[in-house]
């Protein structure tokens, strides 16, 4: 299971710090991500975090968001500074090991959170 928390409304500017909680998997053995869908848009890769560590961003957080994992507690983190409304959407963890061809791809992915919902006010 994947638990994402941590969503909430803030201003344009301000920071939020979800997270996602999982159990029932080797954590350590999958690569995480993040994805939001947006109301009447599709589902959009936001960040990636394999299981060797490295990290990939969609160009539209690169710079304002930051994926990490904590393979001793099961958990990933995206803190988000500089939100903008644009980013106003549900917010997804997944768990996978896409190659790196498809791992911007939702499709790719065999275990989803619930989704956790950010609001940025202009």
């Known amino acids: 299971q994947l638990q994402a928390s941590g969503g909430g409304l803030v201003q344009a500017g301000g920071s939020l710090r979800p997270s996602c909680a999982t159990s029932?998997?080797?954590?350590?053995?999958?690569?995480m991500a993040w994805f939001r869908q947006a109301p009447g848009k599709e589902r959009e890769f936001v960040a990636t975090v394999r299981s060797t560590g490295s990290t990939y961003y969609a160009d539209s957080v690169k710079g304002r968001f930051t994926i990490s994992r904590d393979n001793a507690k099961n958990t990933v983190l995206l803190p988000m500074n500089s939100l903008k409304p644009e980013d106003t959407a549900v917010y997804y963890c997944?768990?996978?090991?896409?190659?790196?061809?498809?791992?911007?791809?939702?499709?790719?992915?065999?275990?989803w959170g619930q989704g956790t919902l950010v609001t940025v006010s202009s």
């Open positions: 997944a768990a996978g090991n896409p190659v790196v061809t498809y791992m911007r791809s939702w499709r790719a992915y065999n275990y």
């Open positions: 029932g998997l080797t954590f350590s053995r999958y690569g």
